[in-house]
């Protein structure tokens, strides 16, 4: 007999409400048409083809009541087996939600944290969610609806219970509360050691405050730890010539560590500690300039040295300038060469140190070691290569040690239609903060006047500008004093006046308000078709004060001594004089007239008879149109500080875009004549290729060798001046100008001083 077919239907229900009250299922078998008859049998319930249980089937209806199914979205079929008179069958697939109840398996775990630490709480739950929030001592914390709560740069507030409450289709349930304590971390230890050291050296102790239950973890860059490692004190052996990095963490009692101290000391032949250059940057300037700077470094000794360049990005150009930190950079100096790098922060990024380029103003302070800095001269000279002003402005790489305490000035700041003045300030020092306080004074003796800015405070390496500084007192004409308010680091300052059209610029360094009084020499002053000097003369104090100028001409007529002429200074004033010559003739200087002038001039500031503190430089500069409108600032050097034998002068440069220049001074303390011979050396190869014949000077007399480096067909040089004849002391100068006879360029120059031998 022929059996009849069937058709099954199943009835899920749709939803089931939780996953431990199941709604029963049911299925239906009929008998199709035109059969007749009620079917036997079982019907099996698969979930996704896998059978869950089966019913018999009673008068056409089978109900399974004991089943399981996992939570989710299902689809669930029914199978009729059929009997001896009707044929098997499957219903079409049914959806089926099954909600399942929440159950934790892992809840919250305790933490203990260190203050500024990060962590992690997180569960592992199932069953059917809607939301979650995580509660921290039972309120809700706005936005943590994740299975994973970080917490970051914990604090004491942050302590206390931590909890997540899970709401579900089944209900809701609260996990375990975890408890999070926040343990406090100890300060960074004040560290002491010492500030230089001779190669190998062994037995230097560092140390920090002892704290019971703490242990303290050092490590020793460039020399060994010999005793003393977990304790407050270490003995150290200093390795060979550079410097010796030092760091130390302090793990407390309740085993949370302090941030590092750091701490560094020279180590070499006793000389006195690290040259500072005050920027090296990568910034774009007004009018189209780039700026851009290059290092020179001469070793002017007779024995091959490395030196120890360390980076300190500079926070002025903001976060973006280069990643935080100080970064060393080891450079071997063969004896006489002379490392000419023309992008330095390019070449620090090829050494490793992380310096960004793509922020368009970057920079910071550089710090040279060597083992003995007096047999090493370092400067450096910013530039815009691709902008209208070309020549930039140097500067030199002054000894840390020898620099500012207390107080400082900075002469012959001007705000006008032509020129603005910036001051930079830095924090020489390594290792903490500084505060300065920057006042400016007016110059002008018709509207006197005292204005202080806003103290600034400086982090160790630290530099920053003011850019048209006497825009903020609205002065057209001043000076500025720099005052140490709080910490105990040396500082530098400097102003850097920029011409508004080119944006080029002339450095003007500080001078301390400590120095001693007496005659000083501006190099020279020049009156040409082509160049013209300004005078700055300022007096800093709070009486009047007479300039005795003496004046040398040294073109016109070698040696001619053009008398001494007096001018008096108000209190705090500053004269700004833009034809030094001629304002020397009006005052009674015996000055021959001439298509062109120069010579040096002896400056003594007298303030009651006796020698008073006083500032001075000049500016020569080629106002024609197609000349530089810029030119050079030389300041007046103290006759006391100039040498008596032999100084050098570095960072020397000829190709086809700049030349140099090396200029002389008698300083006229002797009446005899004197004889330098100059010492000129390949800074590529290291080898003297020239000693000249000895340039004599008279008294007071002025001397330039024009592109000392063209005819010996050197384009990186340096020069050591000797004094073979005579007992008066001297100045050495170099000026490295823009332009070759080839290549005029704008004319300006940049001042290089001399680096006095001792």
């Given at each position: 007999?022929?059996?009849?077919?069937t058709?099954?239907?199943?009835?899920?229900?749709?939803?089931?409400?939780?996953?431990?009250?199941?709604?029963?299922?049911?299925?239906f078998?009929?008998?199709?048409?035109?059969?007749?008859?009620?079917?036997?049998?079982?019907?099996?319930?698969?979930?996704?083809g896998?059978?869950?249980?089966?019913?018999?089937?009673l008068?056409?209806?089978?109900?399974?009541?004991?089943?399981?199914?996992t939570?989710?979205?299902?689809?669930?079929?029914?199978?009729?087996?059929?009997?001896?008179?009707?044929?098997?069958?499957?219903?079409?697939p049914?959806p089926?939600?099954?909600?399942?109840?929440?159950?934790?398996?892992?809840?919250?775990?305790?933490?203990?944290?260190?203050?500024?630490?990060a962590?992690?709480?997180?569960?592992?739950f199932?069953?059917s969610?809607?939301?979650m929030q995580?509660?921290?001592?039972?309120?809700?914390?706005?936005?943590q609806?994740?299975?994973?709560?970080?917490?970051?740069?914990?604090?004491?507030?942050?302590?206390?219970a931590?909890?997540v409450?899970?709401?579900?289709?089944?209900g809701?349930?609260?996990?375990?509360?975890?408890?999070v304590?926040?343990?406090?971390?100890?300060?960074?230890p004040?560290?002491?050691l010492?500030?230089?050291a001779?190669?190998?050296?062994?037995g230097?102790?560092?140390r920090?405050?002892?704290?019971?239950?703490?242990v303290?973890?050092?490590t020793?860059?460039?020399?060994a730890?010999?005793?003393?490692?977990?304790?407050?004190?270490?003995t150290?052996?200093a390795?060979?010539?550079?410097?010796?990095?030092?760091?130390?963490?302090?793990?407390?009692?309740?085993?949370?560590?302090?941030?590092?101290?750091?701490?560094?000391?020279?180590?070499g032949d006793?000389?006195q500690?690290?040259?500072?250059?005050?920027?090296?940057?990568d910034?774009?300037?007004?009018?189209?300039?780039?700026f851009?700077?290059?290092?020179?470094?001469a070793?002017?000794?007779?024995?091959?040295?490395?030196?120890l360049?360390?980076?300190?990005?500079?926070?002025a150009?903001?976060?973006?300038?280069?990643?935080e930190g100080?970064?060393?950079?080891?450079?071997?100096?063969?004896?006489g060469r002379q490392?000419?790098?023309?992008?330095?922060?390019?070449?620090?990024?090829?050494?490793?140190?992380?310096?960004r380029?793509?922020?368009?103003?970057?920079?910071?302070t550089?710090?040279v070691?060597?083992?003995s800095?007096?047999?090493?001269?370092?400067?450096?000279?910013?530039?815009?290569?691709?902008?209208?002003?070309r020549?930039?402005t140097?500067y030199?790489?002054?000894?840390?040690?020898?620099?500012?305490?207390?107080?400082?000035?900075?002469?012959?700041?001007?705000?006008?239609?032509?020129?603005?003045?910036?001051?930079?300030?830095v924090?020489?020092?390594?290792?903490g903060?500084?505060?300065?306080?920057?006042?400016?004074?007016s110059?002008?003796?018709?509207a006197?006047?005292?204005?202080?800015?806003?103290?600034?405070?400086?982090?160790a390496?630290?530099?920053?500008?003011?850019d048209?500084?006497?825009?903020?007192?609205?002065?057209?004409?001043?000076?500025?004093e720099?005052t140490?308010?709080?910490?105990?680091?040396?500082?530098?300052?400097?102003?850097v006046?920029?011409?508004?059209?080119?944006?080029?610029?002339?450095?003007?360094?500080?001078v301390?308000?400590?120095a001693?009084?007496?005659?000083?020499t501006i190099?020279?002053?020049?009156?040409s078709?082509?160049?013209?000097s300004?005078?700055?003369l300022?007096?800093p104090?709070?009486?009047?004060?007479?300039?005795?100028?003496?004046?040398?001409?040294?073109?016109?007529?070698?040696?001619h001594?053009?008398?001494?002429?007096?001018?008096?200074?108000?209190p705090?004033?500053?004269?700004?004089?833009p034809?030094a010559?001629?304002?020397l003739?009006?005052?009674?200087?015996?000055?021959p007239q001439?298509?062109?002038?120069?010579?040096?001039?002896?400056?003594?500031?007298l303030?009651?008879?006796?020698p008073?503190?006083?500032?001075?430089?000049?500016?020569t500069s080629?106002?024609?149109?197609?000349?530089g409108?810029?030119?050079?600032f030389?300041?007046?050097?103290?006759?006391?500080?100039?040498?008596?034998?032999?100084?050098?002068?570095?960072?020397?440069?000829?190709d086809?875009?700049?030349?140099?220049?090396?200029a002389?001074?008698?300083?006229g303390?002797?009446p005899?004549?004197?004889?330098?011979v100059?010492?000129v050396?390949?800074?590529d190869?290291?080898?003297?290729?020239?000693s000249?014949?000895?340039v004599?000077?008279?008294?007071?007399?002025w001397?330039?060798a024009?592109?000392?480096?063209?005819?010996?067909?050197?384009?990186?040089?340096?020069?050591?001046?000797?004094?073979?004849?005579?007992s008066?002391?001297?100045?050495?100068?170099?000026?490295?100008?823009?332009?070759t006879?080839?290549?005029?360029g704008?004319?300006?120059?940049?001042?290089?001083?001399?680096d006095?031998?001792r």
């Open positions: 007999m022929q059996r009849a077919a058709v099954v239907t199943l009835d899920t229900g749709g939803t089931m409400p939780c996953q431990d009250n199941l709604r029963p299922l049911s299925a078998v009929a008998v199709a048409a035109p059969g007749a008859g009620l079917p036997s049998g079982t019907v099996t319930f698969l979930d996704a896998v059978p869950v249980g089966s019913a018999p089937l008068d056409g209806r089978a109900t399974l009541t004991a089943y399981t199914l939570g989710g979205d299902r689809a669930v079929t029914a199978r009729y087996s059929g009997d001896g008179s009707f044929v098997e069958s499957e219903s079409a049914q089926l939600k099954v909600l399942v109840p929440v159950t934790f398996q892992a809840d919250p775990l305790d933490a203990r944290l260190c203050e500024g630490a962590a992690s709480l997180e569960v592992v199932s069953g969610v809607t939301s995580w509660r921290h001592n039972g309120q809700a914390i706005p936005g609806t994740g299975r994973t709560l970080t917490l970051s740069s914990v604090t004491a507030s942050d302590a206390g931590y909890d409450l899970v709401v579900g289709s089944c809701t349930v609260a996990s375990r509360a975890a408890t304590s926040v343990e406090p971390r100890p300060k960074a004040a560290l002491s010492p500030s230089s001779r190669p190998s050296q062994a230097l102790l560092a920090v405050p002892a704290h019971e239950g703490s303290y973890q050092w020793v860059a460039n020399g730890i010999t005793a003393g490692q977990g304790a407050a004190s270490i150290f052996t390795g060979p010539a550079g410097v010796v990095s030092i760091s130390v963490t302090e793990t407390g009692a309740g085993g949370c560590s302090s941030p590092a101290s750091t701490g560094r000391l020279t180590v006793g000389s500690g690290p040259r500072l250059v005050p920027i090296v940057l910034v774009h300037g007004r009018n189209g300039s780039h851009t700077t290059e290092l020179f470094m070793n002017t000794g007779s024995t091959d040295q490395e030196a360049l360390e980076y300190t990005p500079a926070s150009f903001g976060p973006q300038s280069a990643v100080v970064y060393t950079v080891r450079q071997p100096l063969a004896a490392l000419l790098v023309t992008d330095t922060l390019g070449f620090l990024q090829a050494a490793g140190v992380p310096v380029t793509d922020s368009g103003a970057m920079g910071g550089l710090r070691y060597t083992a800095s007096d047999a090493v001269s370092v400067g450096a000279r910013t530039t815009s290569p691709t902008g209208p002003g020549a930039g140097a030199s790489g002054e000894l840390t040690t020898s620099m500012c305490t207390d107080r400082a000035w900075v002469p012959g700041l001007r705000e006008n239609g032509t020129d603005r003045s910036n001051l930079a300030l924090n020489a020092g390594q290792d903060p500084v505060t300065l306080e920057v006042t400016l004074h110059g002008d003796p018709e006197p006047g005292s204005f202080p800015l806003a103290p600034l405070t400086l982090e390496g630290q530099w920053t500008q003011l048209s500084v006497l825009s903020r007192a609205g002065l057209t004409n001043g000076w500025a720099i140490r308010v709080d910490g105990s680091e040396r500082f530098d300052a400097y102003a006046f920029n011409d508004r059209v080119t944006n080029d610029g002339s450095f003007v360094p500080e301390q308000a400590s001693p009084a007496g005659p000083m190099p020279v002053l020049v009156r078709a082509a160049f013209l300004e005078l700055v300022t007096n104090g709070a009486e009047e004060s007479q300039a005795e100028l003496s004046y040398v001409e040294s073109l016109a007529a070698p040696g001594a053009a008398g001494t002429v007096r001018f008096t200074l108000r705090h004033q500053q004269l700004i004089v034809d010559v001629a304002w003739r009006s005052l009674g200087a015996d000055i001439a298509p062109a002038n120069a010579g040096a001039l002896t400056v003594l500031f303030r009651h008879g006796l008073a503190a006083g500032m001075a430089g000049a500016r080629a106002p024609a149109p197609d000349g409108a810029y030119g050079v030389t300041p007046a050097v103290p006759v006391s500080r100039s040498p008596l034998e032999s100084a050098r002068v570095a960072g020397l440069r000829q086809d875009a700049v030349r140099s220049n090396l002389l001074v008698h300083l303390d002797d005899a004549p004197i004889a330098l100059l010492d050396f390949d800074g190869t290291g080898q003297l290729v020239d000249s014949t000895p004599l000077l008279g008294p007071g007399q001397f330039q024009n592109q000392l480096l063209a005819p010996l067909g050197i384009r990186n040089g340096w020069v050591r001046v000797r004094k073979t004849e005579g008066a002391r001297f100045l050495a100068y170099g000026v490295v100008n823009d332009g006879p080839d290549r005029p704008t004319n300006d120059g940049s001042f290089i001083p001399m006095p031998e």
